[in-house]
C-alpha cells in the first residue's frame, strides 16, 4: 500500500475496529490454492460490511461469512456480541452475494453439520446491551429456511436452563449424526455443557449434579468431547467423554487426560441473595443474585479474616466457579474473596440483564453492599478489614462503593475505572455502552442532550467524591481504548486535591485488561502490598 500512496493521502485516517483490534479497519477474504501457493482475495462481499469467520459452503462452489456493518463508523467490537451483523453467501462462480439472515440484529460464530445440510448460529439483538442471552438458529441450507431452536429465556423457573450466554460456539461442536449441538454456557455462577436437540429444540445438561465447577467445551469430533473442567480451588484440567444417545445425556463418562492437584486450604461455595424489598428493580421484580465466596481452610480464628470484595466488570459478564488465578492468589495470603454477581450479570435471564441499564450507579452498587453485609453477617470475617478490587465496570463500583458506603472499606484497588460516563461517552471505542448503560436508546447521531449527561453524570463515581476516604490504588493502561486513562486521571486529580491517599499505577504499552506478562505480575504485587499495607497483614 504504501508504495501506492498518492501524495496528500499519507495521513488518512482510517477507522479500526477499537478495543484489541487497533491496526484492523476492512478485513477481507482470501483463498490459498494449496498446490500453486497463489492467493486471491475473494470478490462479492458487499462493500458495507467487514467480512469474518468464513467456511466453504456445502460443495465447495461458495464461502459462507459474517459480515459486521461498519456504516456510519466502527464501534468497539471485542466482548460486544451486540455489533450489527448478519450471514452471507459469496458464489465463488459467479461473484454474486446472498443474505441468509436477518440483517437488523446480530449474529455470531455459524457452524455447518457434519451432513453439510445445515448450518447453526447464535443471534443477538442489536445495539442494546454488550453481551446478553442469545437465540439458537438454524438455517437450512437446501429449504432455505431459518428456525429458532433456542429462544431468548427471560426468567429461569426452578432448576431450569436460563438461557444461552456465550460469545461464539466451539469450532466442532454438532453431534456425528447432524441432530444435536454442544455447547457451554453460565447458567447462574457455573458453567455447563448443554446439549440441544436441533429438531425439537429441547437443551439437556451433560455435566449438571457433578462437583460444582465449571466447563468449557474445546470441541467435539465424531461425538467425542474434549472438555476443561476447572473449580475455584483447582487448576484447569482436560477431559474427554463421549456425547451419550439423546435422552441419555446425563450418563457422560469423563476421562481425565491429566489430573490437577486441588489447591490446599481454599473453601468456596455460592451464596444465593435475595435483595431487600425497598432494593427491588420495580419493572423486573423477583430477581435475585449470587456471589462466590473463597475463604481460607482453617484460619486460627475467623474473626481475624480480612475479606477482599470484587465486583466483575461488563457489567453484563459474570464470575462462575472456574479458576481464578488472583482471588486463588488472595485466598492462600490469608484473605476471604467475594465475587459478586449482582443483578445484570448473564446466567441469570434476560430480565436480570435488562433490569440493569438506566440503573447503573445505585442498583449494582446496592447489590455488592448488600452481599458484602450479608456475608460479614453469617460468616463473621473481620469488619473493619474490608477491601475492594474491581476492573472497567468493576472498578467503576469499587469507586462508587467507597463514596456512597465510605465506613465498609478500608482499601481499594480500581483497574482501568469508570469514573465518568458523560465524558467517556466522546472518547470510548464503545459510546454507545455510555448511553444505553446510562438507560437511553443509542442511534448513531445522537448528539448530547443537557438530560442525557446529567443523568450519566448523576450515575457516575465522580459525583461522590466528597465522601471518599478509602485509600486508593488506581491502575491505568495508557492504550487503553475501552475505558481511556484519562478516566482514571479525573479521579486521581479530584481525590489528591482532597488529600485523601492514592497512588496511581500507569502502564504505557497496556490496553483494557491489563493482561501482558509483566504488567500482570506487578499490578499483582502493588495490589497486595497496597491491601498489607491499609489492611495490616
Same mark, same amino acid.
Given at each position: =500500500?504504501?508504495?501506492?500512496?498518492? =501524495?496528500?493521502?499519507?495521513f488518512v485516517f482510517y477507522e479500526d475496529w477499537g478495543e484489541n483490534m487497533v491496526s484492523k479497519s476492512i478485513p477481507v477474504l482470501c483463498v490459498l490454492d494449496v498446490e500453486s501457493g497463489n492467493i486471491s482475495v475473494l470478490e462479492g462481499v458487499p462493500e458495507n460490511v467487514s467480512p469474518g469467520q468464513a467456511f466453504w459452503a456445502p460443495g465447495d462452489a461458495g464461502v459462507v461469512f459474517v459480515g459486521w456493518w461498519h456504516e456510519?463508523?466502527? #464501534?468497539?467490537?471485542?466482548?460486544?456480541?451486540?455489533?450489527?451483523?448478519? +450471514?452471507?453467501?459469496?458464489?465463488?462462480?459467479?461473484?454474486?452475494?446472498?443474505?441468509?439472515? @436477518?440483517?437488523?440484529?446480530?449474529?455470531?460464530?455459524?457452524?455447518?453439520?457434519?451432513?453439510?445440510?445445515?448450518?447453526?448460529?447464535?443471534?443477538?439483538?442489536?445495539?442494546?446491551?454488550?453481551?446478553?442471552?442469545?437465540?439458537?438458529?438454524?438455517? @437450512?441450507?437446501?429449504?432455505?429456511?431459518?428456525?429458532?431452536?433456542?429462544?431468548?429465556?427471560?426468567?429461569?423457573?426452578?432448576?431450569?436452563?436460563?438461557?444461552?450466554?456465550?460469545?461464539?460456539? /466451539?469450532?466442532?461442536?454438532?453431534?456425528?449424526?447432524?441432530?444435536?449441538?454442544?455447547?457451554?454456557?453460565?447458567?447462574?455462577?457455573?458453567?455447563?455443557?448443554?446439549?440441544?436437540?436441533?429438531?425439537?429444540?429441547?437443551?439437556?445438561?451433560?455435566?449438571?449434579?457433578?462437583?460444582?465447577?465449571?466447563?468449557?467445551?474445546?470441541?467435539?469430533?465424531?461425538?467425542? =468431547?474434549?472438555?476443561?473442567?476447572?473449580?475455584?480451588? +483447582?487448576?484447569?484440567?482436560?477431559?474427554?467423554?463421549?456425547?451419550?444417545?439423546?435422552?441419555?445425556?446425563?450418563?457422560?463418562?469423563?476421562?481425565?487426560?491429566?489430573?490437577?492437584?486441588?489447591? /490446599?486450604?481454599?473453601?468456596?461455595?455460592?451464596?444465593?441473595?435475595? /435483595?431487600?424489598?425497598?432494593?427491588?428493580?420495580?419493572?423486573?421484580?423477583?430477581?435475585?443474585?449470587?456471589?462466590?465466596?473463597?475463604?481460607?481452610?482453617?484460619?486460627?480464628?475467623?474473626?481475624?479474616?480480612?475479606?477482599?470484595?470484587?465486583?466483575?466488570?461488563?457489567?453484563?459478564?459474570?464470575?462462575?466457579?472456574?479458576?481464578?488465578?488472583?482471588?486463588?492468589?488472595?485466598?492462600?495470603?490469608?484473605?476471604?474473596?467475594?465475587?459478586?454477581?449482582?443483578?445484570?450479570?448473564?446466567?441469570?435471564?434476560?430480565?436480570?440483564? #435488562?433490569?440493569?441499564?438506566?440503573?447503573?450507579?445505585?442498583?449494582?452498587?446496592?447489590?455488592?453492599?448488600?452481599?458484602?453485609?450479608?456475608?460479614?453477617?453469617?460468616?463473621?470475617?473481620?469488619?473493619?478489614?474490608?477491601?475492594?478490587?474491581?476492573?472497567?465496570?468493576?472498578?467503576?463500583?469499587?469507586?462508587?462503593?467507597?463514596?456512597?458506603?465510605?465506613?465498609?472499606?478500608?482499601?481499594?484497588?480500581?483497574?482501568?475505572?469508570?469514573?465518568?460516563?458523560?465524558?467517556?461517552?466522546?472518547?470510548?471505542?464503545?459510546?454507545?455502552?455510555?448511553?444505553?448503560?446510562?438507560?437511553?436508546?443509542?442511534?448513531?447521531?445522537? +448528539?448530547? @442532550?443537557?438530560?442525557?449527561?446529567?443523568?450519566?453524570?448523576?450515575?457516575?463515581?465522580?459525583?461522590?467524591?466528597?465522601?471518599?476516604?478509602?485509600?486508593?490504588?488506581?491502575?491505568?493502561?495508557?492504550?487503553?481504548?475501552?475505558?481511556?486513562?484519562?478516566?482514571?486521571?479525573?479521579?486521581?486529580?479530584?481525590?489528591?486535591?482532597?488529600?485523601?491517599?492514592?497512588?496511581?499505577?500507569?502502564?504505557?504499552?497496556?490496553?483494557?485488561? #491489563?493482561?501482558?506478562?509483566?504488567?500482570?505480575?506487578?499490578?499483582?504485587?502493588?495490589?497486595?502490598?497496597? #491491601?498489607?499495607?491499609?489492611?495490616?497483614?
Amino acid at each position: =500500500m504504501g508504495l501506492f500512496m498518492r =501524495m496528500g493521502d499519507q495521513f488518512v485516517f482510517y477507522e479500526d475496529w477499537g478495543e484489541n483490534m487497533v491496526s484492523k479497519s476492512i478485513p477481507v477474504l482470501c483463498v490459498l490454492d494449496v498446490e500453486s501457493g497463489n492467493i486471491s482475495v475473494l470478490e462479492g462481499v458487499p462493500e458495507n460490511v467487514s467480512p469474518g469467520q468464513a467456511f466453504w459452503a456445502p460443495g465447495d462452489a461458495g464461502v459462507v461469512f459474517v459480515g459486521w456493518w461498519h456504516e456510519p463508523f466502527r #464501534l468497539g467490537i471485542r466482548f460486544c456480541t451486540n455489533r450489527r451483523s448478519a +450471514l452471507y453467501y459469496v458464489d465463488l462462480i459467479g461473484g454474486k452475494c446472498e443474505l441468509l439472515s @436477518d440483517d437488523s440484529l446480530a449474529v455470531s460464530s455459524p457452524r455447518l453439520s457434519p451432513d453439510q445440510c445445515r448450518i447453526v448460529y447464535l443471534q443477538y439483538p442489536s445495539l442494546i446491551p454488550h453481551h446478553q442471552c442469545s437465540q439458537l438458529c438454524l438455517y @437450512d441450507w437446501y429449504t432455505k429456511v431459518t428456525s429458532v431452536v433456542v429462544d431468548v429465556v427471560p426468567r429461569q423457573l426452578g432448576e431450569n436452563f436460563s438461557g444461552i450466554y456465550c460469545s461464539l460456539l /466451539p469450532l466442532g461442536c454438532w453431534s456425528a449424526d447432524s441432530q444435536r449441538v454442544v455447547f457451554d454456557s453460565a447458567q447462574r455462577s457455573r458453567q455447563d455443557l448443554f446439549a440441544v436437540d436441533t429438531q425439537v429444540g429441547t437443551v439437556t445438561s451433560l455435566t449438571a449434579g457433578g462437583s460444582g465447577g465449571s466447563w468449557k467445551l474445546l470441541t467435539i469430533d465424531q461425538d467425542l =468431547m474434549v472438555a476443561q473442567f476447572s473449580t475455584p480451588s +483447582l487448576p484447569p484440567t482436560l477431559k474427554v467423554g463421549f456425547l451419550p444417545s439423546a435422552g441419555k445425556e446425563q450418563s457422560v463418562l469423563w476421562v481425565s487426560l491429566e489430573e490437577a492437584e486441588p489447591i /490446599p486450604d481454599i473453601h468456596w461455595g455460592i451464596r444465593v441473595l435475595q /435483595p431487600p424489598p425497598e432494593q427491588e428493580n420495580v419493572q423486573y421484580a423477583g430477581l435475585d443474585f449470587e456471589a462466590i465466596l473463597l475463604q481460607p481452610g482453617s484460619p486460627p480464628d475467623k474473626t481475624q479474616v480480612p475479606m477482599v470484595v470484587m465486583p466483575h466488570g461488563g457489567p453484563h459478564s459474570s464470575f462462575v466457579t472456574a479458576w481464578m488465578l488472583f482471588p486463588a492468589m488472595l485466598c492462600k495470603m490469608g484473605f476471604a474473596v467475594l465475587l459478586v454477581n449482582y443483578r445484570g450479570s448473564t446466567g441469570f435471564g434476560q430480565d436480570s440483564i #435488562l433490569s440493569l441499564p438506566g440503573n447503573v450507579g445505585h442498583q449494582d452498587v446496592k447489590d455488592v453492599q448488600f452481599a458484602v453485609e450479608q456475608v460479614l453477617q453469617e460468616e463473621h470475617f473481620d469488619a473493619s478489614h474490608v477491601a475492594l478490587m474491581g476492573g472497567s465496570h468493576g472498578g467503576f463500583i469499587s469507586c462508587h462503593l467507597i463514596g456512597q458506603y465510605p465506613e465498609t472499606y478500608r482499601a481499594c484497588v480500581a483497574r482501568n475505572p469508570v469514573i465518568n460516563i458523560a465524558s467517556m461517552l466522546g472518547s470510548t471505542d464503545i459510546p454507545d455502552w455510555c448511553v444505553v448503560e446510562a438507560g437511553f436508546p443509542f442511534s448513531s447521531d445522537c +448528539l448530547p @442532550d443537557l438530560s442525557v449527561w446529567a443523568e450519566m453524570l448523576d450515575k457516575s463515581p465522580i459525583r461522590y467524591i466528597p465522601q471518599v476516604k478509602t485509600p486508593l490504588l488506581l491502575m491505568l493502561g495508557q492504550e487503553d481504548r475501552r475505558v481511556p486513562f484519562k478516566q482514571g486521571m479525573e479521579y486521581y486529580r479530584a481525590l489528591k486535591t482532597r488529600n485523601v491517599p492514592v497512588r496511581l499505577l500507569l502502564y504505557p504499552k497496556s490496553t483494557h485488561a #491489563l493482561s501482558e506478562v509483566e504488567v500482570e505480575s506487578d499490578s499483582f504485587m502493588n495490589a497486595v502490598l497496597w #491491601l498489607r499495607t491499609h489492611l495490616g497483614s
